[in-house]
């Protein structure tokens, strides 16, 4: 059997994902543009570089060989430059498409932010779904699954963010209140997707404190402003009021 097999995954990916996320943060605070409702083509332009500064240095460097290892189990041993490239260009074109088609709609498309920020999108969900062919082998019900927590996630982050900046804002003032925003989002879909790596491409057992530190911890912090309006459901749905 090779020695990838039993290729080591760095254990300290939470402060190295948590750093990146507070570099970001940290942009947006001195960055006074990028301080406004909503994700701003700025805070995307940021987490897409966070997401390359991830697959660098904790996917291609630290975890090197069981990323090795990852190729050639999902190439079944045929590992080429061209068939990397066939599984690392399909994605991301196919969401430039999307997001192109989206622009001409709305006549948007010659616009240079939009074109940038469409980018930035296509990157960050073409980072977030390439660990999903880690389950190529599990079936299409597996991958659909994983998709769809994703997805959910990367709702929560982005339908979050201005309601978490503002509840904070009061006490912090909106620059910081921004900054720890970007960040907890930041960390949320780094962590995300490094969990996804682990489980899906490294064959990585978990525990349920790692998985909370990684993805639940911030994920409730996005969704905690939800919290009036969810106890208003169960109300709703209980009590029939």
Not at 25 to 30: C, H, K, R
Not at 125 to 147: H, N, Q, R, S, T
Request: glycine share 8%; net charge negative.
């Amino acid at each position: 059997m090779s020695q990838l097999e039993f290729a080591t995954i760095p254990r300290y990916g939470i402060p190295i994902n948590l750093g990146i996320a507070m570099i970001i943060g940290t942009a947006v605070a001195f960055k006074g543009e990028g301080i406004e409702y909503g994700i701003s083509t700025g805070v995307l332009i940021g987490i897409m570089l966070g997401f390359f500064i991830q697959e660098g240095l904790l996917i291609q460097i630290l975890s090197r060989e069981a990323n090795i290892n990852f190729q050639h189990r999902i190439l079944n041993g045929d590992v080429t430059h061209k068939n990397r490239m066939t599984l690392l260009m399909t994605p991301i074109m196919v969401l430039l498409t999307l997001g192109m088609l989206l622009a001409f709609l709305n006549n948007l498309a010659t616009d240079s932010l939009t074109l940038v920020r469409i980018l930035c999108v296509s990157a960050i969900i073409m980072f977030g779904v390439d660990p999903l062919f880690g389950l190529v082998d599990k079936g299409v019900l597996a991958i659909f699954g994983a998709a769809v927590v994703y997805i959910i996630i990367l709702q929560a982050g982005f339908d979050g963010y201005d309601n978490m900046a503002n509840s904070i804002a009061p006490m912090v003032g909106d620059r910081f209140a921004f900054s720890a925003a970007t960040a907890v989002i930041a960390y949320l879909l780094l962590s995300a997707r490094w969990t996804y790596y682990r489980l899906f491409c490294f064959n990585q057992s978990e525990d349920l404190l790692r998985v909370f530190a990684d993805t639940g911890l911030p994920l409730l912090l996005v969704i905690l402003p939800y919290a009036p309006k969810f106890f208003e459901l169960l109300e709703s749905i209980f009590l029939g009021i």
